[in-house]
């Protein structure tokens, strides 16, 4: 007899258990340190989701939203100190030290494992351990990758079902391989002085403890997705990256995928999402994904992308009918709220929504609001759990197990100075340079200061599961095994003018700039050469309709400004030197380049 069944007791629902020794024998050792009273199998099925909800709402750890404006919606209130990722708690642990690079935080394996055992022991008595089979990426893909979290958590089981595929589909894809990642997570008493993120890649291990919040707990996404597959893909030969997908399709039905990389709350699903303004008659753009892209080189000679997410965790402060249209349906049934701002009666409000702050507001710590506070009534990192499927404009692709062929990459940063609207890489390892040397102004996505220009290379800073001077070098070697490379851009959408205004409105305007994106990818745009790269000149962007941008505002939105670039090169500069020993050769001719260009 399965040894499981004497601890899994929880009626008819989620009875799902594989036969695969491998699962059976990992969650039997684990349920052994950390003695759970009940093993739920959960099989992400509709009547299990009803069940689990009703559970966590008579806990309380969700509140149900009015049904009647928010079908299926409910609202969670973290612990306030757990609101964001924590990157200062965030370990790579390898076995040599060299392998995680000096961007990431190390312990050796065996001392962290030591120091984990010591918490997880019992800690989960009296307590469901709930076993979450997941997919990431579309069933049948051979770029999926199965993992299976071990959580306490209910709140990460109703937001893990939504984020990724859950239950069956995992199980069949896995069959008996030993090749899954194994995700331990419990809360503990959340207490930040007991909070470890680690990853141990060599064994596509996850232990998380001490944190139930987005990327700390769901652990298919940052964990999996991006931490340990980035180092799976060193390996096999694929890139996983902190990217959205999309599709645009221009009047004659011409489809061109793009991938961009942004550092976390720049954006990515505003821009995924985007809709074209009134001028761009028969363009359309459908969302692959919002925030996590792994591409491989395909037969056809070409880099192909998928979305290893099934949902959106997306920020919801500045979301609104006019910044994302889309995401406001999408959020609009089956989702859940986390420390945005609510009301007794079942709404829900955040800074930058349609309508001003409702009266009798209570705000993300549970309290009433007072509106002359001063304080913000939704957390900045409030976020969003919604399943794509919403999405209006989901791409008809975004489950296709080939993935879609990639023509343009961009790297995009939040920076005030220094980077114009957008330019292009003169070529593939000049456009990896351009991703390496990316910089950001910090966002309230990760505990600690914001705003500050911090360099974040590809927007992996937080990410990469590896060294990073290594992960640099696979991105160059990629350049041989794919026939047909996508153009590399980068744009910046938050530069400001004198006076400190923004120089672009951004959002469904930002089209005009993947427009000359795509047309730069099929040969029909013209730029011009610049030190940084190719620029667009005035005409050779599409600004019709856009009074207000006069040629001279155009040019101070893309003027290369020496003293800004002096600065800029220093600062890129302090990056290379801490990776210098990894290195690749190519990054230093890259930059010697440019500063002679400069
Ligand atoms: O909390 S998450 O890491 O999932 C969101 C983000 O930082 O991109
Ligand atoms: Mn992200």
């Known amino acids: 007899m399965n040894p499981l069944q004497a601890i899994s007791s929880q009626g008819k629902l989620g009875k799902l258990?594989?036969?695969?020794?491998?699962?059976?024998?990992?969650?039997?050792?684990?349920?052994?340190?950390?003695?759970?009273?009940?093993?739920?199998?959960?099989?992400?099925?509709?009547?299990?989701?009803?069940?689990?909800?009703?559970?966590?709402?008579?806990?309380?750890?969700?509140?149900?939203l009015d049904q009647k404006k928010w079908p299926g919606c409910h609202y969670h209130h973290s612990n306030p100190n757990d609101v964001a990722r924590v990157e200062q708690c965030t370990y790579i642990c390898t076995r040599r030290q060299k392998e995680a690079g000096p961007t990431n935080n190390w312990m050796e394996p065996k001392a962290m494992r030591q120091k984990l055992q010591a918490l997880l022991q019992g800690s989960m008595k009296g307590r469901t351990l709930f076993v979450i089979p997941y997919l990431m990426g579309p069933s049948g893909s051979r770029l999926s990758k199965v993992g299976v979290e071990l959580t306490d958590s209910i709140y990460v089981v109703l937001n893990m079902r939504i984020m990724a595929r859950m239950g069956k589909v995992a199980w069949d894809h896995?069959?008996?391989?030993?090749?899954?990642?194994?995700?331990?997570?419990?809360?503990?008493?959340?207490?930040?002085?007991?909070?470890?993120?680690?990853h141990f890649p060599e064994e596509n291990e996850i232990i998380s403890v001490g944190s139930g919040y987005g990327g700390n707990a769901l652990l298919g996404k940052k964990c999996l997705a991006l931490r340990i597959a980035s180092y799976l893909g060193r390996d096999e030969g694929w890139l996983a990256e902190h990217m959205l997908v999309l599709c645009v399709q221009d009047p004659e039905g011409r489809k061109t995928y793009v991938a961009a990389a942004f550092p976390s709350a720049c954006g990515k699903t505003n821009f995924a999402m985007m809709i074209p303004p009134h001028s761009y008659k028969g363009w359309k753009i459908t969302t692959i994904g919002d925030d996590i892209a792994w591409m491989k080189p395909a037969p056809d000679g070409r880099l192909h992308a998928i979305n290893p997410e099934n949902g959106y965790f997306g920020v919801?402060?500045?979301?609104?009918?006019?910044?994302?249209?889309?995401?406001?349906?999408?959020?609009?049934?089956?989702?859940?709220?986390?420390?945005?701002?609510?009301?007794?009666?079942?709404?829900?409000?955040w800074e930058g929504k349609d309508n001003p702050p409702p009266a009798d507001l209570i705000d993300w710590k549970g309290k009433p609001w007072d509106p002359r506070s001063g304080e913000k009534a939704a957390h900045p990192n409030s976020r969003f759990t919604s399943p794509m499927k919403n999405n209006p404009a989901l791409a008809v692709e975004a489950d296709d197990p080939q993935g879609v062929p990639i023509s343009a990459?961009?790297?995009?940063?939040?920076?005030?100075t220094t980077m114009p609207l957008v330019f292009q890489a003169f070529s593939w390892f000049h456009g990896v340079f351009v991703g390496a040397s990316m910089g950001s102004e910090t966002t309230a996505a990760a505990v600690g200061s914001v705003g500050q220009v911090r360099r974040d290379p590809m927007a992996m800073l937080p990410f990469c599961g590896y060294n990073m001077g290594q992960y640099f070098?696979?991105?160059?070697?990629?350049?041989?095994?794919?026939?047909?490379?996508?153009?590399i851009f980068h744009v910046n959408w938050f530069r400001k003018d004198g006076a400190g205004r923004f120089c672009w409105p951004g959002f469904g305007e930002n089209m005009r700039v993947l427009e000359w994106i795509i047309g730069r990818c099929h040969g029909q745009k013209d730029a011009r050469e610049k030190s940084i790269g190719w620029v667009p000149r005035f005409d050779d962007m599409n600004l019709k309709g856009m009074e207000e941008m006069t040629r001279e505002r155009f040019d101070e939105m893309m003027k290369i400004d020496p003293e800004e670039w002096r600065n800029e090169l220093v600062l890129q500069n302090e990056l290379f030197l801490k990776l210098y020993h990894e290195l690749p050769k190519e990054m230093i001719y890259q930059r010697e380049l440019l500063v002679a260009r400069l």
């Open 17 to 64: 258990q594989p036969n695969n020794p491998f699962v059976l024998d990992w969650i039997q050792k684990t349920a052994d340190l950390v003695q759970p009273e009940n093993i739920f199998w959960c099989d992400g099925s509709e009547e299990e989701k009803a069940y689990l909800m009703e559970q966590a709402v008579k806990q309380g750890v969700l509140i149900p």
């Open 174 to 198: 896995l069959g008996n391989s030993e090749d899954f990642n194994r995700g331990t997570h419990t809360v503990l008493d959340c207490n930040p002085e007991r909070r470890f993120i680690s």
């Open 409 to 416: 990459i961009i790297f995009g940063g939040r920076r005030a």
């Open 316 to 349: 919801a402060p500045g979301t609104n009918l006019k910044s994302n249209p889309n995401a406001m349906k999408t959020i609009a049934r089956d989702t859940i709220f986390t420390n945005v701002a609510r009301t007794p009666d079942g709404d829900v409000w």
């Open 473 to 487: 070098d696979h991105w160059m070697e990629m350049r041989r095994h794919i026939e047909i490379l996508p153009r």
